[in-house]
Nanobody, 116 residues
Framework: QVQLVESGGGLVQPGGSLRLSCAASGFTFSSYRMSWYRQVLGKERELVATIFSTGTFTNYADSVKGRFTISRDNAKFTVYLQMNSLKAEETARYYC?????????WGQGTQVTVSS
């Protein structure tokens, strides 16, 4: 049974930091490209960051470059998203995504609220 379980969300003040984690099971984690998306209710899901299977290549949305860092630990079947200098407009539900060819999986998401 495939599972992607996100954690680490919560309430943080503007300018603060959070580290999201996504624990994977039920598939060959090390061969999948992993991404973080976010979605505000009523809006389209937005790609935030991607890391390729070996971890040697990453890509970020322009809006988060220099502030967010995606990483993975294939030995722990986990992908992370370090988020610094958070902004109020980045309040959203953050989702973990796994993809290899036509095989794709989503987690249930973790809520991040940036507010003073």
């Amino acid at each position: 049974q495939v599972q992607l379980v996100e954690s680490g969300g919560g309430l943080v003040q503007p300018g603060g930091s959070l580290r999201l984690s996504c624990a994977a099971s039920g598939f060959t984690f090390s061969s999948y490209r992993m991404s973080w998306y976010r979605q505000v209710l009523g809006k389209e899901r937005e790609l935030v960051a991607t890391i390729f299977s070996t971890g040697t290549f990453t890509n970020y949305a322009d809006s988060v470059k220099g502030r967010f860092t995606i990483s993975r630990d294939n030995a722990k079947f986990t992908v992370y998203l370090q988020m610094n200098s958070l902004k109020a407009e980045e309040t959203a539900r953050y989702y973990c995504h796994a993809q290899r060819s036509s095989s794709t999986y989503w987690g249930q998401g973790t809520q991040v609220t940036v507010s003073s």
